[in-house]
């Protein structure tokens, strides 16, 4: 048995074609049969079956070949593993297998190996098999770039398909919506502007962005707008996502009190569409006076009023009155050390003046906002705390009573479920510091076009899906996903050069990067192609720093 190999010249160009073969006697005379048509194998898989047909007596000789070289490769552990929950959760497909989804998919597992700018992620493909696994040529940052723009206009195209593929025909009818800022270190960003700073960074310029999950805290869609939008402004645009993109008639928005407002709610109704939110407490205490409901009905068990066809939910937590309770007790016994050591320095230093201390004393109980029920007043140079016990009554009258309002029938939903969605909005807040402090870091923000910016927080988001499933994953084994990434990260291959073959094997993992893969249940290839692609960047950092 053997390979035959022969080669044909059309148009100029040089086609290979392999055939195994072999070779047997008919009435004395030497004839060959096909066995099979190799013409597709590439030239490694060739040369490895051929040295193999050559050694096939003895194929325990092949680990005494002198031809044989071995050299360190490539990090595999945490592209492959990456790659492999994408495909499971249908990122991969939503992104498509042509060279700009490739890109945009290595981009969102760069995003989970190691935040950083486009220049990062090149660099970062230079020493993981991001080109071997996800079949990409050559790139650079500029080609990043250009993906994040593609990933822009393809935004609603892609998020579709992720919907359709998590929800099928089972579209539900309850989402989760919030908004939050991200400050920008620079003042080149098109989107840049000074706004309500979450962040509280003063004289930092911030975007805002704006998040709509699904029932179960699973992004769904995400939008960039500038950075002096209000909250309430960007509901408009999560409706119509809704409405258009996804398809849905049948709706509720969950949002928090500072979100979904009158206008807002009245835009919801004219859609069709149902909302819950909660109300504050000045307009608790508004209902409170108007007979609405009393006191007596915020308990630990959830109670239920109905109005003129709009629910209220009440309910008083315990566990917050009792927290309320010992934060305010803190911040007394704050004002009343400040109080000590003014009074100590009055007492050695005759000619301080009262009225200084005192309104120091005074600014720091308004600053732990505890003036409306602590006055301080002096006596003899001496300072003294004076409360007002009925006023301290009235300010934690409502300590631990929220009110949750929503237009939904009883009928669809039970006061239990409402209140039940309207506590998953921690959801969208977990993954926000996900995005903005934990481990995606969407700051800094290293680009400044509008397309650049909004691919980029699309990026983020769709990295936070990939997150979502890993802590799944490895919720048991207590590590991170950052952790169990970083541990995958180290597993490198073993470039193999035999003769004219050259592959890179994949070692069995052990230990802890071991227990990874079986918790999610992972299976890395044995041999991967050594396509030996080289990513470099544009830029000559050396140079520029000379």
Same mark, same amino acid.
């Given at each position: @048995?053997?390979?035959? %190999?022969?080669?044909?010249?059309?148009?100029?160009?040089?086609?290979?074609?392999?055939?195994?073969?072999?070779? $047997?006697?008919?009435?004395? !005379?030497? !004839?060959?049969?096909?066995?099979?048509?190799?013409?597709?194998?590439?030239?490694?898989?060739?040369?490895?079956?051929?040295?193999?047909? +050559?050694?096939?007596?003895?194929?325990?000789?092949?680990?005494?070949?002198?031809?044989?070289?071995?050299?360190?490769? =490539?990090?595999?552990?945490?592209?492959?593993?990456?790659?492999? /929950?994408?495909?499971? /959760?249908?990122?991969?497909?939503?992104?498509?297998?042509?060279?700009?989804?490739?890109?945009?998919?290595?981009?969102?597992?760069?995003?989970?190996?190691?935040?950083?700018?486009?220049?990062?992620?090149?660099?970062?493909?230079?020493?993981?098999?991001?080109?071997?696994?996800?079949?990409?040529?050559?790139?650079?940052?500029?080609?990043?770039?250009?993906?994040?723009?593609?990933?822009?206009?393809?935004?609603?195209?892609?998020? +579709?398909?992720? $919907?359709?593929?998590?929800?099928?025909?089972?579209?539900?009818? *309850?989402?989760?919506?919030?908004?939050?800022?991200?400050?920008?270190?620079?003042?080149?960003?098109?989107?840049?502007?000074?706004?309500?700073?979450?962040?509280?960074?003063?004289?930092? @310029?911030?975007?805002?962005?704006?998040?709509?999950?699904?029932?179960?805290?699973?992004?769904?869609?995400?939008?960039?707008?500038?950075?002096?939008?209000?909250?309430?402004?960007?509901?408009?645009?999560?409706?119509?996502?809704?409405?258009?993109?996804?398809?849905?008639?049948?709706?509720?928005?969950?949002?928090?009190?500072? =979100?979904?407002?009158?206008?807002?709610?009245?835009?919801?109704?004219?859609?069709? $569409?149902?909302? &819950? %939110?909660?109300?504050?407490?000045?307009?608790?205490?508004?209902?409170?006076?108007?007979?609405? $409901?009393?006191?007596?009905?915020?308990?630990?068990?959830?109670?239920?009023?109905?109005? #003129?066809? &709009?629910?209220?939910?009440?309910?008083?937590?315990?566990?917050?009155?009792?927290?309320?309770? +010992?934060?305010?007790?803190?911040?007394?016994?704050? &004002?009343?050390?400040?109080?000590?050591?003014?009074?100590?320095?009055?007492?050695?230093?005759?000619?301080?003046? =009262?009225?200084?201390?005192?309104?120091?004393?005074?600014?720091?109980?308004?600053?732990?906002?505890?003036?409306?029920?602590?006055?301080?007043?002096?006596?003899?140079?001496?300072?003294?705390?004076?409360?007002?016990?009925?006023?301290?009554?009235?300010?934690?009258?409502?300590?631990?009573?929220? &009110? /949750?309002?929503?237009?939904?029938?009883?009928?669809?939903?039970?006061?239990?479920?409402?209140?039940?969605?309207?506590?998953?909005?921690?959801?969208?807040?977990?993954?926000?510091?996900?995005?903005?402090?934990?481990?995606?870091?969407?700051?800094?923000?290293?680009?400044?076009?509008?397309?650049? %910016?909004?691919?980029?927080?699309?990026?983020? =988001?769709?990295?936070?899906?990939?997150?979502?499933?890993?802590?799944?994953?490895?919720?048991?084994?207590?590590?991170?996903?950052?952790?169990?990434?970083?541990?995958?990260?180290?597993?490198?291959?073993?470039? *193999?050069? /035999?003769?004219?073959?050259?592959?890179?094997?994949?070692?069995?993992?052990?230990?802890?990067?071991?227990?990874?893969? #079986?918790?999610?249940?992972?299976?890395?290839?044995?041999?991967?192609?050594?396509?030996?692609?080289?990513?470099?960047?544009?830029?000559?950092?050396?140079?520029?720093?000379?």
């Amino acid at each position: @048995m053997y390979v035959d %190999t022969a080669y044909s010249v059309q148009r100029g160009k040089r086609y290979p074609r392999h055939l195994l073969r072999e070779s $047997f006697r008919e009435n004395g !005379k030497v !004839k060959h049969r096909t066995l099979a048509n190799l013409s597709r194998c590439s030239d490694e898989e060739i040369a490895a079956i051929k040295l193999a047909l +050559k050694h096939k007596g003895n194929l325990a000789n092949l680990g005494n070949i002198k031809e044989i070289k071995a050299e360190q490769g =490539m990090r595999i552990g945490a592209v492959c593993s990456l790659k492999a /929950i994408a495909e499971w /959760i249908g990122l991969a497909q939503a992104l498509g297998h042509h060279r700009q989804g490739r890109l945009a998919l290595w981009q969102v597992l760069a995003r989970l190996i190691n935040q950083g700018s486009r220049l990062s992620a090149v660099r970062l493909a230079e020493s993981h098999a991001a080109c071997d696994l996800l079949g990409l040529d050559a790139f650079n940052e500029d080609h990043l770039y250009s993906n994040l723009a593609w990933l822009w206009e393809e935004q609603e195209t892609i998020e +579709k398909r992720l $919907f359709r593929q998590r929800y099928g025909d089972a579209t539900p009818q *309850l989402f989760l919506y919030d908004v939050t800022s991200s400050y920008l270190e620079g003042v080149q960003n098109v989107l840049a502007a000074f706004g309500y700073n979450r962040d509280r960074k003063k004289g930092k @310029m911030q975007l805002v962005i704006g998040l709509l999950s699904g029932p179960d805290g699973t992004p769904v869609a995400v939008r960039v707008f500038e950075g002096n939008t209000r909250d309430t402004q960007t509901v408009a645009q999560q409706v119509g996502i809704l409405a258009g993109t996804f398809g849905v008639e049948r709706v509720t928005v969950v949002g928090d009190r500072g =979100m979904l407002k009158q206008t807002e709610t009245k835009l919801l109704n004219e859609c069709r $569409f149902h909302y &819950v %939110t909660a109300i504050t407490k000045p307009q608790i205490r508004k209902l409170l006076r108007d007979g609405v $409901f009393q006191m007596e009905l915020f308990e630990e068990k959830i109670c239920e009023v109905e109005i #003129d066809g &709009v629910r209220y939910v009440l309910r008083r937590n315990p566990k917050r009155v009792e927290e309320l309770a +010992k934060n305010r007790e803190s911040k007394l016994s704050t &004002v009343k050390k400040l109080l000590d050591k003014k009074n100590f320095y009055l007492a050695e230093h005759p000619r301080a003046k =009262m009225e200084v201390a005192q309104r120091d004393v005074e600014q720091r109980a308004r600053q732990l906002k505890v003036d409306q029920w602590v006055k301080v007043v002096s006596s003899a140079r001496t300072l003294e705390l004076v409360i007002d016990e009925e006023v301290k009554k009235e300010v934690s009258e409502l300590d631990g009573c929220y &009110v /949750i309002r929503t237009d939904l029938p009883g009928e669809i939903a039970t006061a239990e479920l409402i209140h039940d969605r309207y506590k998953d909005l921690a959801q969208v807040e977990q993954a926000f510091r996900t995005f903005k402090t934990g481990h995606l870091e969407v700051r800094p923000t290293f680009v400044r076009t509008e397309a650049s %910016t909004k691919g980029h927080v699309f990026v983020v =988001m769709l990295a936070y899906l990939l997150k979502r499933e890993l802590d799944r994953y490895w919720h048991d084994l207590e590590v991170t996903a950052a952790e169990g990434i970083d541990e995958l990260g180290s597993l490198r291959g073993t470039i *193999l050069t /035999i003769g004219q073959a050259t592959c890179q094997k994949v070692p069995d993992a052990e230990g802890l990067s071991k227990r990874l893969l #079986d918790a999610a249940d992972i299976k890395l290839p044995e041999v991967l192609p050594c396509r030996r692609v080289h990513v470099a960047t544009r830029k000559k950092l050396v140079s520029e720093r000379n």
